[in-house]
């Protein structure tokens, strides 16, 4: 059950402008400000994930508090963060990771599978004009690279921290929960989930991503603590974080053992 909060039309509508300018706003000063030196290298690449994650992340939370602001209501009330809650909203988070990191990491590669299969006859045909080739995100390009400590620090905190509170705000305490309460549950379901899937770029995760928001859908309903997508959220990025970090040791060990 949401929290019983009805999120009017006009701040809504000044919220997703202002994200909207905030992200061409971080994607101009991350590519205006780069040292042309630097483009392309992986000082370079970690510099534009610094500026536009400042600038997005910091930019969103900023919208978000005049966005609650402007409803008279703080971030717990708003989202249903409450202690009597908190052990219900932990336990289902992790239930749901434990249950949906398999089943997301299946359908990526079911994904990766046909979108190479189908390049594969486009190249047949002679098609090259289109490319469907599944390409690594550029994030994850960018952490493979990392070498220093610091970098892999800032990006534990972006993927952990940031980017679930961020996006869990937006799409799930805000976005699904203002959909539904124009009567549109199910408009509010698979049009969040597949936005949330959409946005990271990427054609092989648009459905793992797409199921795993509606699995987060499924723990702010069941549990009305937005804390519970949160963390859910968080450890899925926290597992894939560490699976690439460690990837290298990971497959030493894999060839170790009998």
Not at 107 to 119: E, K, P, V
Request: include cysteine.
């Amino acid at each position: 059950m949401l929290p019983e909060r009805h999120w009017e039309t006009e701040p809504l509508l000044r919220l997703v402008a202002g994200v909207c300018f905030v992200v061409a706003v971080g994607m101009l000063a991350a590519s205006s400000l780069l040292p042309q030196a630097a483009a392309g290298t992986i000082e370079g690449k970690f510099y534009l994930l610094v500026t536009s994650s400042v600038v997005l992340h910091g930019g969103t939370l900023l919208l978000v508090a005049a966005f609650l602001r402007a409803h008279a209501v703080g971030w717990c009330d708003g989202f249903g963060i409450q202690r009597r809650t908190l052990a219900r909203a932990v336990g289902f988070a992790l239930a749901g990771v434990i249950l949906a990191l398999p089943v997301a990491g299946g359908l990526q590669w079911l994904a990766s599978r046909g979108l190479a299969g189908l390049q594969r006859e486009l190249v047949a045909h002679e098609i090259t004009a289109v490319d469907v080739q599944p390409q690594t995100q550029q994030l994850v390009q960018t952490l493979k690279q990392t070498e220093t400590l610091e970098q892999r620090i800032f990006f534990a905190l972006v993927a952990i921290v940031f980017a679930p509170l961020v996006e869990e705000v937006g799409f799930r305490g805000i976005l699904y929960a203002a959909i539904k309460q124009r009567g549109y549950p199910r408009l509010a379901l698979w049009g969040t989930s597949l936005v949330f899937g959409l946005i990271h770029g990427n054609l092989a995760t648009i459905v793992p991503l797409t199921f795993l928001g509606l699995v987060f859908v499924f723990l702010y309903e069941r549990t009305g603590n937005l804390l519970a997508p949160i963390l859910a959220h968080s450890l899925f990025n926290a597992a894939n974080y560490f699976a690439l970090v460690f990837q290298r040791e990971l497959q030493q060990l894999l060839k170790l053992s009998p």
